[in-house]
């Protein structure tokens, strides 16, 4: 079945960089485009932004410019989110999220999701 | 970017009320609706893309209806399980920006 799975939880530094992974299977993963999106503790869902796993084009959210990358790596069906010069702020779940099947290219697929603490 | 806005921002309902969260994006965005179930310690899931078509397996009791700028969410006899926060989602341009969520939350 499809399936998007996450690597696992990371606690980080005030300043410091965090990578996480999200590895497709199930599916035709250059096909489809994988989204970022976040998820504060009690707070709402926010859009990051996204990575055209094909081309490794990429549109991040203004909000993140300069401070996230993200990447892919074809050959085993990753990718990955780069979010550097963190603050409490970014303490969040981490969810990559594709549109398969859904209208309107919404996400209709979900990994776990990766819990980042930020935290000196 | 485009901004969602919902209302109410929280519920106390019974179960079997009627339910309707509102949606309003600050320009139009056609149809570009989604409707999300989010869960404490789970994936968001998708209930309703493109304003009204419901995902496989989700219950009928769930609806969805508008277009242009105001979008409705509707629970027709809401269940023990359908307690939990939703948002709205424009896809029509990115930021791809969610509304702040609506709680149902039991009295």
């Known amino acids: 079945q499809v399936q998007l799975v996450h690597s696992g939880a990371e606690v980080k530094k005030p300043g410091a960089s965090v990578k996480v992974s999200c590895k497709g299977s199930?599916?035709?993963?250059?096909?489809?485009?994988m989204n970022w999106v976040r998820q504060a503790p009690g707070q709402g869902l926010e859009w990051m932004g996204w990575?055209?796993?094909?081309?490794?084009?990429?549109l991040y959210a203004q909000k993140f410019h300069g401070r996230v990358t993200m990447t892919r790596e074809t050959s085993i069906s990753t990718v990955y989110m780069e979010l550097s010069s963190l603050s409490s702020d970014d303490t969040a779940v981490y969810y990559c999220a594709l549109s398969l099947r859904a209208a309107a290219d919404a996400f209709d697929i979900w990994g776990q999701g990766t819990m980042v603490t930020v935290s000196s | 970017d485009i901004q969602m806005t919902q209302f109410p921002s929280s519920l106390s309902p019974s179960v079997g009320d009627r339910v309707n969260i509102t949606c309003r994006a600050s320009q139009t965005i056609y149809i570009y609706l989604n409707w999300y179930q989010g869960k404490p310690g789970k994936a968001p899931k998708l209930l309703i893309s493109a304003a009204s078509r419901l995902q496989n397996g989700v219950p009928s009791r769930f609806s969805g209806s508008g277009s242009g700028t105001d979008f409705t969410l509707s629970i027709s006899s809401l269940q023990p399980e359908d307690f939990a926060t939703f948002y709205c989602q424009q896809s029509y341009s990115p930021p791809y920006t969610f509304g702040q969520g609506t709680k149902l939350e039991m009295k």
């Open positions: 990575i055209n796993p094909s081309s490794g084009d990429t």
């Open positions: 199930g599916y035709t993963f250059s096909a489809h485009y």
